[in-house]
C-alpha cells in the first residue's frame, strides 16, 4: 500500500476529485499535466530500468506533461475564451458522480482476478476511476477545451492500465499510443480553431444545429 | 512485398500530393494510386501468403476486407476527379492528401496481425478522416467534425483499454505476453475469463463506435450528413468494414477461448438495437443524407446480426460487407450529386430530380432498392442468406422481428427517396446551381450498381471462396 | 482517574486562550509586524468578564443559554479524547456519536440565541451556520468510521490513542493521512478559521459566526469567545493525535509534548491564514462537500 506507485495513483485519484471539482480552466489544464507527468513516472518504478523503461516513461512525460499544457495553454490564448469551465451540471453533482464512479471502481477493481504481483495494488481501481472521471470532463462540461481535458484524463486512465502491460506490448505499438493521442489532441486544437472562428465561442452548446 | 507495396504507395501519392503545387493537377492522383493499389490488392488476393509470427499479413478476413475496400476506393476514384472538377477554385491540398493516406490506413488496417497495430491504424482512419468531413468549412461541418472527432476518440480509447484487458487476460492465463494474433488464438483457451470478458465488452463499445452500432452511432448521421458525398461513400462502406474487421479480430479470439456465448448476446443485442434506431429514425427522415446514415447504421446491425447467428448467416454477413460497401458508395455519390444540383439535401426542396438529373436520380433510385434488399440486387442475396441462417439455426422470433423491422425501414426510406426521384419538380430550384451531369460524376455509381446488380445474379467462385473462408475464421459455431 | 479528569480540565482551561494567541502572533509576525504578545487573549477574556452586560429587551432566557451552553460542550468533549499520551477521563463504547453531538447541541444553542435576538441580520448568521455545520458533519462521522475501523473500536480514547502514530508507518498509512487531513479542514470550518470564515472581519455580508454573536456582551461574549478557544483546542487535539508518541510514563512529558504539539499546530493554523484568502461564499460548501469526498475515499481505501 505504500509503495510509492500506490502513492503515486493516490495522488492520481485525488487530483481527478480536484480536477472536477475546480472552476478555473487554467487550473484544470495544469491539473491534467500535473496528473500526467505524476503518471509517466510509473514506469521507471514498475519495470526494471532498461532503455525501454526510460524511453516510455521520458516520453509519456514529454508528452502529457509538458507538450500538452503547452499546445492547450497556447489554444486558449489564441482564442480568448473564458477562464471559466463552465459545467453543465454544477461541481458538487459532479464530484459527487466522480466519488459514486470511484467507488464503483474499486468494488469493479476487485472483482477481477490480478497477477500476484498487482495485488493489493491501486492500479486497476485508479485506471478505472480516471476514465470515469475523464468521461464524467467529457459529458458535462461545455466547453470545447474541457471536453479535450477530459479526453487526455481519458487517456491517464488507459496509460495506468498500460504499465502494466508495457514490457508484454512491443515499442511501437506503445510509441503509436502516445503519438496518435499527440495527433489526436493537436487535430482536435485546430478544429477549436474553427469552431471559435465559426461561431466566435468554444462552448460546445452552440453545436447543436444538426439534431433530428 | 506485394502487402508492402500497397501499404506504401498510398502514403507515397500523398507524399507527392504534399509537394504537387497544382490545385488542378493534384486530383489525378487518386485515380492513379487506386487503380495501383487496386491491382496490387487483386494480385495479392489471388496469391494467399502464410503470415505466421509477423506484424504485418493477410490471413482470409484481412484479404477480404482489404479487397471490399480498395474496390470501394477505386471506383469513387473517377467520381473524385468530377467532384473536383465542379470544386476547381477550392484550396484541396489537405483533402486530397489525407484522401490518398486513407486507403493506406486501411491496408494497414486490414494487414494487421497485431491487435496495437490494428488499433493505430483504425485510430489513424479516424484523424484522416476529420478534414475530409470538414470540407465544406461551414458551422454544420465544424460541428459534424467535433462530434465525430470527440465520440470515435473516445470509443477508440475505449478499445485501446479492451485490447489491454485481453492483453492482461492473457498475462493472467500465463499465455504469450503479446498482442499477435495468431499467437492469442493459440493460447486463448487458457486466458483469464473475467479479464477477457470485460475487455471484449470494451473493444466492442470502442469498435462499435467507429462502426456505428446503436446506440454509439449518434455521430454518424452529422458526419455523413455534413460530408462531401464521396467521403460519405467512402466512411460508409470503407471505414464501417474497417472497425468490423476489428470487432471481428475481438471475435475470433473470444470464440477461440470458448466464449461464444457472451459474443452472441452482445452482437444479437447490438445488433437488433441497431436495427430499431434506424427504423425509427428512418422514417419520415428529411435530409436524404441523414437518412442514408441511419441506413448505414442498419446494415451494421444486419452484420453483427449475421455473425451472431452463426451457421451459414456468417457467411451472408461476409457477402452482405461486401454488398453494402458497394452500394453505399452508389447510394452516397449519386446524393452528392443531388445535393450539390439543389445546393439542399432536404426532401422538400430535392422534389424530382428524375427529370433534371436523369443518370444520378436512377442511379439513386436503384441504389434505395437495393440497399433495401429488392430482388434482383445482392443485398438481397446476402439478407436472406442471413435469413436463411436464422432460420435454420431456429431463431424464429429473431426473424420474424429481423423481418419486421426491414420493411418498416424499406418503407420509411421509400417515404423519403420516391419524392426526391419522381416527385413534382419545383421550377425555381433550377437557376440555383450551374452544376449538369457529368460522365465523371456518374461512371463511378454506375460501375458500382452495375457490380451489385451481377453479384445478385451471379456470384463468382473466387468471391465466394474468399466469403467462406472468412467466414470459416469468425463462424460463431450454433 | 481524578488526576486526569483534574488533569484535562486544567490543560483545557489554561492553555486554550494560548492557541488564539499564537494563531494571531503567527499571522502578525508573517505580515512583517510585531503582534500582540501571547497572553493578550487572557487579557480581553479577563477584561469582558470584569464588564456589565447589555441585554435586549426582546430576548429570553435562550440568548443567555447560549454562551453557557457553549462553554459547557467543550468542557465535557474534552473528557472524552486523550490529549496525547493523556488517556481520556471517561471513555465508553460509542461515545464518538456523543462527541459529534454535543457540538452539534452547542451549535443549536448558538443558533438559536441568535434567532433569538429577533435580527434578521443574526439569522442570516445562523442559515449559514447551519448550511455548513450539516455539510461538515458527515465528514467527522467518516473520519471516526475509518478510525473505528483501524482501532477495532467504537471508544475515541482508543481510536485516537497512541497506536495512532504507529499505524501511519502500516498499510494504513494512507487512508490515515487523508483523515488527518480531513479533521483539520473540518477543524478549521467547525472554528470558523480562514478560509471558511475570517474571525476578524466584521464585513456584513461575509460573516458566518462573528454575526451571530453581535448581541452579545460583556461576560457572555468573553463566554463565547472562551469556549470558542476550548473548542479549538479539542479539534486541534484530535489533529494532533495523529502525531503524538506513546507514552513515556511520566505524566508532566507527556503533557509537555502534547502542549509543543498543539502550539505547532496553532502556528501551523496562522501560517495557512496567512497564506490563504477568504474563500467565496459559494465556494465554501464545494470545499465542504470535497472534504467529505476525501474521508470517504479514504474509507474506500481501507475497506478495500
Known sequence: MNTPP?????????????????????????????????????????????????????????????????????????????????????????????????????????????????????????????????????????????QVLGYLMFENGIFIFGTLLAEAMPFMVEMGVLLDMLVAIFVMGIVMNHINREFSTLNTEQLSLLRE | MLLYAAIFLPFAAALIAVLLPSDRLRPWLIPVTALIHFSLVLQLTATPTASAGSLIGLDALGRFILFVVSLLYAACSFYALGYFRCHADWENRIFITALLTFPGAMTIAAAAQHLGLLWVAVEATTLLSAPMIYYNRNRFSIEATWKYLLLCSVGIALAMLGILFVGYAGLHGGGEQELLLDRMLASAPLYSKPWLRAGFVFLLVGFGTKMGLAPLHTWKPDAYGEAPGLVGGLLAGGLTSVAFLAILRSVQIMIAAG???LVRQMLLALGVLSLVFAAIFVIRQRDIKRMLAYSSVEHMGILVIGVAVGGVATYGAMFHVLNNALTKGVLFMTAGNIHRYYGSKRMCETQGALTVLPYSASLFLAGFLAITGSPPFAPFMSEFTILRGMFAGGHLALSAVFIGLLVVIFIGMGGTVLPVAMGPHMEEAEEATDYRETPLTVASPLLLLAAVLCLGIYLPEPLRLMFTEAAKLVEVAP | MFIRLLLHLLLLAGLSPLLIGVITRTKAIIAGRRGA??????????????????????????????????????????????????????????DLVLFVYLFGLARFFTVLAALDTGSSFEGMGAAREATFSCLAEPTLFVAFIVLARISGSFTLDTMFGTLLANNLQTVYGVSLVLTAICLFIIMLAENCRIPFDDPNTHLELTMIHEVMVLDHSGPDFGLILYGAAMKLMVMGTLVVNFVMPPATGHLLLDAGLYVAALLALAAGIGLVESGMARLRLIKVPQLLIGTSLLSFFALVLLLR
Open chain 1, 6 to 146: 500506490n502513492l503515486i495513483l493516490l495522488f492520481v485519484i485525488l487530483f481527478n476529485f480536484f480536477i472536477l471539482g475546480t472552476s478555473r480552466l487554467a487550473t484544470c489544464i495544469r491539473s491534467v499535466a500535473l496528473q500526467g507527468a505524476l503518471l509517466s513516472l510509473l514506469p521507471l518504478f514498475l519495470h526494471t530500468s532498461t532503455f525501454h523503461t526510460y524511453l516510455l516513461a521520458g516520453g509519456a512525460f514529454i508528452l502529457k506533461g509538458l507538450l500538452m499544457p503547452w499546445l492547450l495553454f497556447r489554444a486558449i490564448r489564441q482564442v480568448r475564451i473564458r477562464r471559466e469551465v463552465e459545467p453543465r451540471i454544477g461541481y458538487i453533482p459532479t464530484l459527487l458522480l466522480g466519488a459514486l464512479t470511484t467507488a464503483g471502481a474499486f468494488i469493479f477493481g476487485d472483482r477481477l482476478p490480478l497477477l500476484p504481483a498487482h495485488l493489493h495494488s491501486l492500479f486497476i481501481p485508479a485506471a478505472l476511476a480516471t476514465l470515469a472521471a475523464g468521461f464524467l470532463m467529457l459529458i458535462t462540461r461545455r466547453k470545447a477545451i474541457t
Open chain 2, 259 to 261: 466464449e461464444q456465448a
Open chain 3, 37 to 94: 504578545p501571547l497572553w493578550q487573549p487572557y487579557r480581553d477574556l479577563g477584561k469582558l468578564f470584569r464588564k456589565d452586560m447589555v441585554l435586549s429587551s426582546t430576548t429570553t432566557w435562550v440568548f443567555r443559554a447560549g454562551p453557557v451552553v457553549g462553554i459547557a460542550v467543550p468542557l465535557m468533549a474534552a473528557l472524552l479524547i486523550p490529549f496525547g499520551a493523556i488517556g481520556a477521563p471517561f471513555s465508553f463504547s460509542g
